[in-house]
């Protein structure tokens, strides 16, 4: 969060929440569970069930849910939400889908098909793997070295390794599987033994109970350091996966780590291979240049309490506003 959007939510008052709800909301996570997981544990911090469930209540009792299919008929939605999950994490099944269930709710995951079925994963949580190692090896200074060396970086701290190491370039990931192999971590079998992504089983039980799929790349790419052309291809194949193998009719996507840097012509371009696509970014509640452009914020930090982030949201709107930020510009 910047620091407009802490002090707001300092500031921020729970009982401000009936006067915003007007505004339909999209809030979206990646998992929720009880106990860390390595695979995460580095990169951000999540909700457990009984957080989560209390977002449920909250939403519910101050919202009407969306089903996305009303989305794909361009209903107007007002005092609305609707959840999203990115990712394709194994949560989205064990822990979220029952939930939802129980709840009567509908939701929107979006998956990386090169993930499905755990024979490959996402770099970040490579990268979360092999520093939960190194913490159990207390960040033993030669290994580190030899890490920073391979990746090219320097480091002053601890800290300033972690950040690095997270941060690499798309293009480096390569190199992560030089220090899985150095580290003597056998990722094959951490994969089999944890299933840290849905299944096509999986996917094809939640759709069959009304549930709604989107691509979200096929191996989660910052676009940014992407090609226009393979910008593109990311996207729609991801999307065409899911209507390949589900028989779904409808795009859904969701643009991974962020939405900033994609540009009007390959908005154009999604447009033209469907009409009727709804996009998702996650740069809060900002108008987009189109309307099938959907813009989300995260309710994932499990420190924030979340009426007070649901008001912040909305304040920081009226901010946006009034220094002329409220409607994204896209080159
Ligand atoms: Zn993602």
Not at 2 to 12: E, N, Q, S
Not at 187 to 207: D, F, G, N, S, V
Not at 237 to 266: G, M, Q, R, T, V
Not at 302 to 326: D, H, R, S, W
Request: hydrophobic share 35%; charged share 25%; aromatic share 14%.
């Amino acid at each position: 969060m910047g620091i407009v959007k802490d002090i707001l939510y300092k500031t921020a008052n729970k009982r401000f929440l009936k006067i915003f709800k007007n505004q339909t909301i999209f809030p979206y996570y990646h998992i929720v569970r009880d106990n860390k997981v390595s695979h995460i544990e580095n990169l951000y911090q999540f909700k457990n069930c009984k957080q989560f469930l209390n977002d449920i209540d909250l939403l519910t009792k101050h919202y009407n849910s969306i089903n996305p299919k009303d989305l794909l008929e361009n209903k107007n939605n007002k005092n609305s939400f609707l959840l999203s999950f990115d990712d394709g994490l194994q949560e989205v099944y064990t822990v979220i889908y029952p939930i939802l269930k129980k709840h009567n709710l509908k939701a929107i995951f979006f998956i990386n098909p090169n993930f499905v079925d755990n024979n490959e994963g996402l770099y970040k949580h490579y990268i979360s793997i092999i520093i939960s190692h190194l913490k159990n090896i207390d960040f033993e200074k030669s290994t580190l070295e030899k890490i920073s060396q391979k990746l090219s970086f320097s480091y002053n701290s601890i800290d300033e390794f972690k950040h690095k190491f997270i941060n690499i370039k798309y293009s480096e990931r390569e190199k992560i599987n030089d220090v899985l192999e150095f580290l003597k971590i056998d990722i094959k079998a951490y994969l089999q033994e944890h299933r840290p992504y849905i299944t096509k089983e999986q996917i094809q039980e939640m759709i069959n109970d009304g549930f709604f799929f989107g691509g979200h790349t096929m191996s989660h790419p910052s676009l940014n350091q992407l090609t226009h052309e393979e910008q593109k291809k990311e996207i729609i194949n991801s999307i065409d996966w899911l209507k390949e193998n589900f028989n779904i009719n409808y795009s859904f996507f969701a643009f991974p780590f962020s939405d900033k840097s994609i540009s009007k012509k390959l908005l154009n371009e999604l447009f033209e291979y469907d009409n009727n696509i709804k996009l998702f970014g996650n740069s809060g509640l900002k108008k987009d240049i189109d309307n099938r452009i959907i813009q989300r914020f995260s309710l994932e930090n499990p420190k924030k309490t979340t009426a007070k982030q649901i008001v912040t949201e909305n304040l920081y709107k009226y901010f946006n506003k009034l220094i002329g930020k409220y409607n994204i510009k896209r080159k």
